[in-house]
């Protein structure tokens, strides 16, 4: 097979930060039977490992956590990156530093804890705090959608920190990402074609990039039951 669909998590095949359906599950079974299927999300591995199940790494042909910096095939280890090695400790505690003056600045309806999440690939910054409740996350990404306090944030964070080639998206409900999902190509080279389904595909969210890619094929999703439409339509066409 020389076609490759690739799939965000959340949003595009479950709920922000809950687990994947049971739906969802029999339709990716179904679904690499003509395509080779693979997922690319912005947590690292144990988080999506607790949305799309334990068979996680054997249930997709590829895992691309933390944006492709951890990557397996196969079910097999492919690659990683360091996030510490590639800037640098100086650089490092300067953007740490840099991120928490600016989140004790703000004045938003609610803070936690855990504003900022460092994974081996990459670094999720919260403004609200990953520490909050569901029902927090859910009014913070209502309060954000009109008050951009994270479009404002990667803003600050791109003219602060141009010279060290960061990407800065944001994604999920109530963070974003330092380095995009186009890092993941690298590893899929063999394929002619490869689609790409996500649901934060506008400029400024964690699927842009991937989504206009001259690499892939961009499809834009606003549920897990639409991605099993489109890609009904798509590949196993009646």
Known sequence: MSTLALFDVDGTLTAPRKRVAPEMVKFMEELRKHVK?????????????????????????YVFAENGLYATKGGEFLAKQSFKEFL?????????????????????????????EFRNGMLNVSPIGRNCSQEERDEFERYDKTAGVRTAFVSALREKFAHLGLT?????????????????????????????FGDKTYEGGNDFEIFSSERT?????????????????LFMPK
């Open 37 to 61: 299927v693979g997922i690319v999300g912005g947590s690292d591995l144990p988080k999506i490992t607790e949305q799309l199940g334990d068979s996680v790494l054997t249930a997709y042909d």
């Open 168 to 196: 800065f998206s944001i994604g999920g409900q109530i963070s974003f990402d330092g380095w995009d999902k186009t890092y993941c190509l690298q590893f899929v080279k063999e394929f002619e074609t490869i689609h790409f």
């Open 88 to 116: 640098g400790e100086d650089n490092l505690q300067e953007f740490l530093n840099f991120c928490l003056h600016y989140i004790a600045d703000l004045k938003i309806p609610v803070k936690r804890g855990t504003f900022i």
């Open 217 to 233: 094929v961009g499809h834009t999703v606003i549920s897990p039951e639409e991605t099993i439409a489109q890609c009904t339509e």
